[in-house]
């Protein structure tokens, strides 16, 4: 197998990357707190960690990829409150929208989606052990890590906190922490707040608790790679390595990689500029998605992307030269025995772009080997010297590489117009029973995947005492 190597933020350097077990690789990525739409910041990672999940399925690895669902922090309680809805039937709608803007994108689904809510037990297991080996304590029913007890903290984003905070009382909410530095590990509920039963009363996981607790759930206490933007990389990545490393004594995390921010307009985006697009707003100006995944998958995952209407049209630029060669060909007679060209380059784009992917996923490299493609056919075109069975092969050869980058056949965007009808009742129907005969199995991997699958196409779905009822969302 082809040598892969990537840039591991844990360490700061480009590394060959090798997966603890031969062929396979595990992945957890983090996902988006549910209290609104995604903005397009959000997506350009989701689409980074699209990207990366299918250059490794590319590059022969089987991956197995998790990614949470925040539907319980600070935001989620606050906007549900003011909404006067209960945390579910407040966060249902943008977990519905996430999923929405996946499918927009041509995101391919992760094997786990699990949520915040749905996993606490495994969280408050995990608080009990940090307890039990002295990196916890408990105070006021709020329980924190101890940052004092972890000799290497900081190992992740290089920041040495052991001078500038330790003893300062930052904010008046925080009084009850021994160390100014100790983050929380599960809150005590406040007056009016959801909340869940604990050996220390009742309240709720921090955040960084969760993606711990439910990584390690999935892929176990070691796995291969940990994705998120780099807004990410502290505090929550170094406190996700800090709690579970601690909690484990193993090490958490073997590859940590981090992309970049999105700008839009060379700005980085704020409420205030407002800049903050959602997928939503960008698809009723008439942008199409299609030139959106080009323009995110094209850009270097540790470059900033500048997001700018002139970069999306040139987006939808080059995907018109690869669509042009595609009408060409296709308008192409075949004439005699298969071109010699042809043969080549094909040959040449599966290794340009295996290679390009291996080296830390250049994304730009991969493209060019694809222009490399579209050149030296319209050249054979041109010259009327296509062959038999050229036009196959070539459409072949693209549809290979496109297992990639997800975008360079117009036909996959365009049977979304028509899918867009959705799931007849009947096969809500038959979905809903297959779920509720995994449910009375105990089957409850398969009843959430039904569950995504059909919030995935809009559906909303209520258990009620009779039984379960949807709606459309
Ligand atoms: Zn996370």
């Known amino acids: 197998m082809r040598e ?37 910041g ?70 786990h989606y699990p949520r915040a809510t749905e996993h606490i037990p495994e969280m408050i297991a995990m608080i009990e052990t940090l307890l039990e080996k002295g990196f916890a304590y408990v105070s006021d029913g709020s329980v924190f890590f101890r940052i004092a007890a972890d000799d290497d ?27 100014a530095r100790d983050f929380v590990l599960w809150k005590a509920a406040k007056e009016g707040e959801p ?27 070691s796995f291969d790679i940990h994705c998120g933007g780099v807004d990410n990389i502290f505090p929550h990545h170094e406190n996700e390595v800090a709690q579970s490393e601690s ?36 698809l009723e100006r008439g942008i199409e998605p299609r030139a959106i995944r080009y323009l995110f998958v094209s850009a270097h995952y540790r470059q900033k992307l500048n997001f700018t209407f002139d970069s999306v049209a040139a987006a939808a630029n080059a995907l018109e030269r690869v669509d042009k060669m595609r009408f060409r060909l296709a308008s192409a007679s075949e004439n005699g025995g298969p071109s010699a060209t042809i043969t080549a380059a094909i040959e040449r784009l599966g290794q340009d772009v295996a290679n390009a992917l291996a080296n830390d996923l250049n994304a730009s490299e991969a493209l060019a080997a694809v222009f490399q493609l579209v050149r030296d056919v319209n050249k054979v075109i ?36 028509d899918a867009a009808d959705g799931l007849s009742d009947e096969a809500i129907e038959g979905l809903l ?24 196409q809009g559906i909303l779905i209520e258990d009620t005492p009779q039984g379960p009822r949807w709606r459309r969302g």
């Not at 250059?55 to 998790?66: H, K």
């Not at 909340?195 to 439910?214: I, K, N, T």
Request: charged letters at 30%; aromatic letters at 10%.
């Open 4 to 40: 892969i190597r990537f840039y591991n933020t844990l360490g700061r350097t480009l590394e060959t990357f090798v997966p603890l077990q031969a062929g396979a690789v595990q992945v957890y990525t983090c996902g988006p707190t549910v209290y609104g739409h995604a903005h397009i």
């Open 42 to 111: 959000n997506l350009r990672t989701f689409v980074f960690e699209d990207f990366l999940r299918r250059s490794l399925s590319y590059l022969g690895l089987e991956v197995t990829q998790v990614m949470n669902l925040t539907d319980v922090d600070d935001k989620t309680i606050q906007r549900s409150n003011e909404a006067g809805l209960s945390l579910d039937d407040y966060t249902a709608p943008f977990i519905q929208s996430f999923f929405e803007d996946l499918e927009t994108l041509h995101v391919e689904r992760a094997e």
């Open 153 to 179: 903290y900081g190992r992740l984003s290089g920041i040495d906190l052991s001078q500038q905070m330790r003893g300062e009382r930052v904010a008046s909410d925080e009084y009850e922490k021994e160390d």
């Open 195 to 221: 909340s869940w039963d604990s050996p220390w009363g009742l309240g709720r996981p921090g955040w960084h608790m969760e993606c711990s607790a439910m990584s390690m759930k999935y892929l176990g206490e």
């Open 247 to 282: 909690a484990t004594g193993k090490p958490f995390v073997k590859t940590w990689i981090h992309s970049e921010h999105l700008m839009v307009d060379g700005a980085k985006m704020s409420k205030s500029l407002g800049n903050q697009y959602t997928l939503k707003e960008l």
């Open 382 to 417: 041109e010259q009327g010297a296509v062959g038999q069975g050229d036009r196959e092969r070539v459409i072949a050869a693209l549809a290979d590489v496109d297992r990639v980058f997800g975008v360079l056949d117009p036909g996959d965007w365009q049977q979304d117009d």
């Open 433 to 456: 029973a297959d779920r509720q005969a995994a449910r009375k199995s105990r089957d409850f991997a398969e009843s959430d995947r039904i569950r995504d699958e059909l919030q995935g």
